[in-house]
């Protein structure tokens, strides 16, 4: 905190050293919708002077509120952009250095409003001074599937078959939703989101210091739409797909002047299809030894949500939000695994089953507090959220030999039973010291508790024994500490963001039997640089830099994990540390009529980077996440959105890096160094009667390291899409992972083994969709829930 107090005070003497020495002249106002008198947010803002020339530019906040200024003289001209909006000029006469314009009024275009469909309502790239905005808008693949399906079509952003996000290649990105943390994230969670509720997803390579320092690749913000209609409005969606993906989720709410509800309940029922092929080969004393392995799953799931709050605004100046989210899952899955082994000595082949249930609830409780001020820009926040879950689950296995003689080998059962909790608050002010520059300034305390107790048990003739001694309790507390403090200016063109974060980490982790206890504390600074220039009137150009921490989860530190697989075993490393990464990035956009293009090129510096190492132990294959000495990457990233027709949009996303490795850890040499890329191309089609039809393939060229080769990945997906009775009623039908191409394919070589695998954890998905509004116009849906606190 003393690092923060010098820092906050010495950006506060600069800013107004500089405020003091221009003399500006200083326009603010609000932007609303003429009709229905509500706020437009994020509105585009330009101030010409009499020759047409740029000499100031911004963006309105969420709640319509802008402020601009400029030391140009004279006459001037303010214009007002927003997509499916008549753009609004106004000539601005006068000498006052300060002038509140009051309430400007924008009308809906109708000539644009007749073009909306289901595609595109929006879909464009912006390019701010910390992150770069995609809009999502009716995308008809958005309409049916999940969060995770949505992930895999925003640039930046890959997805594997297996439901692992990364940002241009790296897994250690932050996924928040709504600016959050969320323990909805977690596992297969975001399955339990539907993609249509997402209004926009955020790609925050280069965060600024107000924003947690996790995730060394960066951040990925997704976040929800919200009710807009006075009144009673909702909506009800229902999903149909093959293999089984059912979904019913009626949305309900009311607002008034002072007083919004909202609710929302979400049931899903669905089933997934995987197939695991394993070959393996192991040399030991000279003697080869062969495996074949295939794995056939079938897992089913069911998923059951219900959000309800309110928030209450006693005056323009305050709003109080009260909310509570459940979210219970309850799964049932079946895999079945068939081993033939062959070797010089004799061949053998095994058959293990394998069934699970699990339990899962979630909860969470929300308050927020927001204070606006009569000074324009000028907010309060106040936030906290309790995050409680608890988890049970039970694996049993039953493993019988088949060749050379049948033979019953002993039972396995297992039993996982989990909690948490998780408390967090924070406070953040906004203060503009003048029409140009803004101080902002926060702090955030989390505090997280959870308990795990895992038993593995092998069982003949119901005499049941502790297996490979795994019967532990594990208590893991973490405690993180915050505080941020950041200055942003601009002056014409010319703009920057000067931050810095600090962070306090605590960690326990104890368990009963004293064999993984540990504790680690640190304090680390976390500066922050984004600078920005406006070359011409549609071209912008960013240099940024920033520092990370990528912190292990839970999953990477936990020492013992499930073992349905006779063959191999992940576990976690209870003494792994994090890595820090050390991000620069130089971003232009530039936009050319129907022509948007958005190139960038990139350096990380990753030190103590994790990363898997694999070996063999008492006949077994273990996989565990180990720190190694360091990575670096390089690369180039290229985002193309061309609209040539009104009723076709095209977009095209290339990014491809060169990467270097070092470290050893327990003999294993981890140096390497390779390039590799991804892209992604995708197109929407309006016809007529209000017919539109998506098409999306994604491609990720193979990657190697040291111990492991992952071959190229490429998938398709398809939507048809039709709006009727006036877009009340929508029609939708979506094929995903068209051909089952997305399949992956990995080889692992080892001291004297090689495992090659080719994994499918889900099969083609055909589904039809169904969605009745009441009382909705555009894009406006009901309010969704907020995030936890923790990923």
């Not at 405020?19 to 932007?31: D, N, P, T």
């Not at 209004?199 to 919200?226: C, M, Q, T």
């Not at 190229?712 to 029609?731: R, Y």
Request: glycine share 6%.
């Amino acid at each position: 905190m003393k690092h923060i107090a010098i820092i906050f005070t010495l950006l506060v003497c600069f800013s107004a050293n500089v405020s003091a020495q221009l003399k500006e002249r200083v326009f603010s106002g609000q932007v609303k919708e003429h009709i229905s008198n509500l706020e437009i947010p994020f509105v585009t803002l330009s101030m010409l002077n009499t020759d047409g020339k740029i000499v100031a530019s911004g963006m309105a906040d969420d709640k319509g509120n802008f402020s601009l200024g400029t030391t140009q003289n004279g006459k001037l001209i303010l214009e007002l952009n927003f997509m499916s909006y008549r753009k609004v000029s106004q000539v601005v006469e006068t000498d006052k250095n300060k002038l509140d314009l009051g309430t400007i009024f924008m009308e809906p275009d109708p000539m644009v409003l007749k073009e909306v469909s289901i595609t595109a309502a929006k879909s464009a790239v912006s390019l701010t001074l910390d992150k770069k905005i995609f809009e999502v808008g009716k995308d008809i693949l958005a309409q049916s599937g999940s969060v995770t399906e949505l992930l895999s079509g925003v640039p930046s952003v890959s997805v594997t078959p297996g439901g692992a996000v990364s940002l241009r290649g790296n897994s250690s990105v932050l996924v928040l939703i709504n600016g959050r943390r969320s323990g909805l994230i977690t596992g297969a969670a975001l399955e339990q989101l539907s993609a249509d509720q997402v209004e926009r997803v955020e790609v925050i390579a280069n965060p600024s210091s107000k924003y947690d320092a996790s995730g060394s690749a960066g951040i990925i913000n997704i976040v929800l739409k919200k009710n807009k209609n006075g009144g009673f409005n909702g909506q009800v969606r229902l999903v149909a797909g093959s293999p089984n993906d059912t979904r019913f989720t009626p949305s309900l709410s009311y607002k008034s002047n002072k007083l919004n509800l909202f609710s929302t309940i979400g049931l899903r029922f669905s089933d997934y299809v995987g197939l695991y092929i394993t070959d393996q080969t192991v040399n030991q004393n000279g003697i080869s030894s062969k495996l074949n392995q295939r794995q056939d799953e079938k897992r089913h799931d069911d998923g059951r949500l219900a959000y309800f709050g309110a928030d209450y605004q006693p005056d323009s100046l305050n709003t109080i939000t009260i909310a509570y989210l459940r979210n219970a899952t309850k799964d049932h899955d079946k895999t079945t695994l068939t081993y033939n082994y062959s070797s010089a000595a004799q061949d053998s082949a095994l058959v293990r089953s394998g069934e699970s249930w699990e339990r899962r609830n979630y909860n969470q409780l929300e308050f927020n507090y927001t204070r606006l001020f009569k000074k324009t820009n000028k907010k309060l926040t106040l936030d906290m959220q309790y995050d409680f879950w608890n988890s049970a689950k039970n694996w049993n296995l039953s493993t019988k030999s088949i060749w050379p003689s049948i033979q019953q080998r002993p039972e396995i059962r297992t039993n996982s039973i989990g909690s948490s909790k998780d408390f967090a608050a924070q406070s953040d002010m906004v203060i503009p010291l003048d029409s140009n520059s803004t101080l902002e300034y926060g702090l955030k305390a989390e505090n997280r508790k959870v308990s795990t107790n895992f038993l593995a048990e092998s069982g003949t003739a119901n005499v049941w024994t502790i297996m490979d001694q795994i019967d532990n309790e594990v208590a893991y507390n973490e405690f993180i500490g915050s505080g941020y403090v950041q200055l942003r200016s601009k002056t014409k063109g010319f703009s920057y963001q000067l931050g810095l974060r600090s962070e306090y980490t605590e960690i326990k982790i104890i368990d009963k039997k004293g064999i993984y206890d540990s504790q680690k504390d640190y304090i680390r600074l976390f500066p922050t640089i984004h600078i920005g220039y406006e070359v011409a009137k549609r071209t912008s150009l960013q240099l940024s830099y920033s520092r990370r921490i990528n912190r292990p989860d839970l999953n990477s530190l936990y020492p013992f994990n499930e073992i349905p697989d006779y063959n191999s075993r992940y576990v976690g490393n209870p003494n792994l540390n994090p890595s820090y990464a050390d991000v620069f990035e130089l971003g232009l956009l530039k936009r050319m009529g129907t022509l948007t293009i958005n190139p960038s090129f990139y350096y990380q510096h990753n030190s103590g980077m994790i990363i898997d190492y694999s070996y063999r132990e008492n006949e077994l294959f273990i996989s565990m996440p180990v720190n190694i000495r360091l990575e670096q990457r390089s690369g180039a990233e290229l985002s193309m959105l061309y609209n040539p027709y009104k009723w076709i949009q095209m977009n095209l996303e290339l990014n491809a890096y060169h990467f270097s490795q070092a470290g050893i850890y327990a003999n294993q040499d981890f140096s390497y160094a390779g390039n590799t890329f991804t892209s992604r191309f995708g197109t929407q089609v309006k016809l007529p009667n209000k017919f539109s039809v998506q098409a999306r393939y994604n491609f990720s060229a193979a990657v190697n390291n040291a111990q492991s080769h992952v071959k190229s990945i490429h998938g398709i997906d398809m939507a048809v899409g039709q709006n009727l009775m006036k877009d009340k009623i929508s029609l939708l039908f979506d094929v995903s992972n068209l051909f089952n191409l997305r399949s992956y394919a990995t080889t692992t070589n080892g001291k004297d083994f090689n495992i090659s695998q080719i994994s499918s954890p889900n099969a083609a998905r055909y589904r039809l969709t169904f969605v009745y509004r009441l009382n909705l116009s555009g894009d406006q849906s009901v309010r969704q829930a907020k995030s936890g606190n923790r990923n």
